[in-house]
């Protein structure tokens, strides 16, 4: 599988065309734009468990091609990539989309078609309740993750908090599994704020901020804009305890803060302990590639090519939408590697694992 590094503004496509012997998946995701850094991640994870069965023969004999074509982190261009790559490019399956809004805006096009979608690469609630049929989730929801985090805060003594989030639907979903979390902990957020997905502007919210005795934020958003909230804030004199959620969880993430980085918490939806099988695995492969430092965000993007192959195997030959959406409903515990995921018609939600890590002084996860 191969993901295009360069080529800003243009149709990004792929690894081949319709020939003989291949499985072609569709992709719509930011290979440019704000997520492009942890989107360059998860498709390296996703690449090194894909090119491993590719070298065995694939499935059935046949290839995984993805298709990717670059949406640039805004969801009109995603649902426009989605009706290309459903009616023309004539996929079997799409994988792993990036973003709340964009994932929604592409359901109407799997809808009509009946084209699963396999992780997407956002843990919004929004695509787990109720359940989206087309739609298979491997990662946990952004709300678990909010909740955790809110509760570590509180569970050390920390009462002061705020919560700022992007204006839109991921956003506010964050922002639901942090409110949830103060209250059972009887607290109320010190500030609530948002800021705009295309043009982040935190000077108002950061001198709010220095007016309160706020002890920690949580910022719910992109890489860049997070980093660029983290900035504000410190600019200010304030240096409260920072929070973001996993979207974030990158090597590009760490680079984007820069001498920032050092103790801000993300937290995360898969283990790190070389006790679990699946980052042993994942950790093998990456080492094969001169890959040192496996990133959350290329653990993800590994654990959802697993799901998505395992789909094609239950297919059978020749695998069709039809097939392998039978195949994912009649999924029930499927081991990725000492963790369990199944799936039923009533229940597209995969993994519930999430936890935390924290940005030492070395720019590098810790648990």
């Not at 890959?291 to 998505?308: H, N, W």
């Amino acid at each position: 599988m191969t993901y295009p590094q360069h080529l800003a503004g243009l149709l990004l496509a792929t690894l081949g065309c319709l020939a003989h012997g291949q499985i072609l998946i569709g992709q719509t995701t930011g290979v440019t734009g704000a997520v492009a850094a942890t989107v360059k991640e998860t498709g390296i994870g996703a690449k090194l468990y894909l090119d491993a069965v590719n070298a065995r023969g694939g499935v059935g004999g046949e290839t995984i091609d993805i298709v990717t074509l670059d949406d640039k982190f805004d969801p009109k261009l995603a649902a426009t990539n989605a009706r290309t790559l459903v009616e023309e490019r004539k996929v079997v399956a799409m994988f792993m989309t990036r973003g709340t809004p964009h994932t929604e805006a592409i359901i109407p096009t799997l809808e009509q078609h009946g084209v699963p979608l396999i992780a997407p690469s956002t843990g919004a609630m929004v695509l787990h309740v109720p359940v989206r049929k087309f739609v298979f989730n491997v990662r946990a929801t952004y709300q678990r993750e909010a909740e955790m985090a809110i509760s570590h805060l509180a569970s050390i003594g920390i009462q002061h908090i705020a919560i700022l989030h992007v204006d839109d639907s991921f956003g506010l979903d964050g922002l639901e599994g942090a409110q949830r979390s103060l209250a059972g902990a009887r607290l109320q957020a010190t500030l609530i704020a948002k800021f705009d997905r295309n043009k982040p502007d935190f000077s108002s919210i950061a001198q709010s901020l220095s007016k309160s005795p706020v002890q920690a934020v949580m910022i719910i958003g992109s890489g860049p804009a997070v980093a660029s909230g983290i900035r504000a804030i410190k600019a200010v004199g304030n240096k409260p305890q920072f929070v973001t959620l996993s979207n974030n969880a990158s090597g590009g993430f760490i680079q984007l803060l820069g001498e920032d980085a050092a103790g801000v918490i993300v937290s995360q939806v898969l283990p790190k302990s070389m006790n679990v099988p699946l980052v042993r695995e994942a950790t093998q492969l990456a080492k094969v590639r001169n890959i040192d430092d496996l990133s959350p965000a290329m653990l993800e993007g590994f654990a959802s090519a697993k799901v998505l192959v395992e789909a094609l195997r239950r297919a059978g030959p020749k695998p069709t939408r039809e097939r392998i959406q039978a195949a994912l409903e009649g999924m029930s515990r499927f081991d990725l590697g000492g963790m369990a995921i199944s799936y039923s018609t009533t229940n597209h939600t995969g993994l519930d694992f999430a936890d935390l890590s924290i940005i030492g002084t070395t720019g590098k996860f810790r648990r």
